[in-house]
């Protein structure tokens, strides 16, 4: 997320930055679990995520990735991204693994055969609010990234009733998280030492042995 500093701390490392137009990743948020319940909260995410890796643009082994253009001609990307990052490029990069299972729906799509299916969902996914709602808030940073807007300005009223959701959506999260903040600021320290040493001992058993 933080390209620049990324790129200070490993030098020689490569930065592929993926952009995908942001109603689309909205879109595909609101399918996901535990996402906020709120438009203008996800779409500040993709400008949250997108503007840190842009940061690193002037950065020589930075590439920019467009998700249409990955999903719909694979090969030729998958070509340009191996060159740029010095790999030999290989068919099997393209080939499903059915042999990849996950518990979780979410996860089991993004394992899936690349297809153009996704492209343009929001068209079907969101309303003409909703759209409007994004487009508001990434503002002139869409059209950096290389996505045009199509809606209209979104009225203050469903401005207010989304930041509504967001702020019952955020209160709903800690109302469920403070039993367990609770807890951490109430138990003893005996029972704090007691679960540090219990954590510790997962983290020894499950750690690789070293040489």
Same mark, same amino acid.
């Given at each position: 997320?933080?390209?620049?500093?990324?790129?200070?701390?490993? %030098?020689?490392?490569?930065?592929?930055?993926?952009?995908?137009?942001?109603? +689309?990743?909205?879109?595909?948020?609101?399918?996901? %679990?535990?996402? %906020?319940?709120?438009?203008?909260?996800?779409?500040?995410?993709?400008?949250?995520?997108?503007? &840190?890796?842009? /940061?690193?643009?002037?950065? $020589?082994?930075?590439?920019?990735?467009?998700?249409?253009?990955?999903?719909?001609?694979?090969?030729?990307?998958?070509?340009?991204?191996?060159?740029?990052? &010095?790999?030999?490029?290989?068919?099997?990069?393209?080939?499903?693994?059915? +042999?990849?299972?996950?518990?979780?729906?979410?996860? /089991? /799509?993004?394992?899936?055969?690349?297809?153009?299916?996704?492209?343009?969902?929001?068209?079907?996914?969101?309303?003409? +609010?909703?759209?409007?709602?994004?487009?508001?808030?990434?503002?002139?940073?869409?059209?950096?990234? &290389?996505?045009?807007?199509? &809606?209209?300005?979104?009225? /203050?009223? !469903?401005?207010?009733?989304?930041?509504?959701?967001?702020?019952?959506?955020?209160?709903?999260?800690?109302?469920?998280?403070?039993?367990?903040?609770?807890? !951490?600021?109430?138990?003893?320290?005996?029972?704090?030492?007691?679960?540090?040493?219990?954590?510790?001992?997962?983290?020894?058993?499950?750690? %690789?042995?070293? $040489?």
């Amino acid at each position: 997320m933080f390209t620049a500093t990324l790129c200070q701390w490993y %030098p020689d490392a490569y930065i592929i930055h993926i952009l995908r137009d942001p109603r +689309d990743v909205v879109a595909s948020l609101a399918r996901m %679990p535990r996402q %906020p319940n709120s438009v203008l909260a996800n779409a500040k995410t993709w400008v949250r995520l997108n503007l &840190g890796a842009w /940061r690193g643009r002037q950065y $020589p082994r930075y590439l920019p990735v467009r998700y249409e253009e990955l999903v719909t001609q694979p090969e030729e990307e998958l070509r340009r991204i191996c060159s740029f990052i &010095g790999e030999e490029y290989s068919s099997a990069m393209l080939v499903e693994r059915p +042999d990849c299972q996950s518990p979780g729906a979410w996860l /089991r /799509r993004a394992q899936e055969p690349v297809t153009t299916t996704r492209i343009g969902k929001w068209r079907e996914e969101l309303t003409a +609010d909703e759209v409007a709602l994004i487009e508001w808030k990434v503002g002139a940073h869409m059209q950096t990234f &290389g996505y045009e807007p199509v &809606g209209r300005a979104p009225s /203050r009223l !469903s401005v207010g009733r989304d930041l509504t959701k967001g702020l019952v959506d955020s209160l709903t999260r800690h109302i469920g998280e403070f039993p367990a903040g609770w807890y !951490s600021l109430m138990r003893s320290p005996s029972i704090s030492r007691e679960e540090a040493a219990r954590l510790r001992f997962r983290r020894h058993l499950v750690s %690789p042995a070293k $040489p």
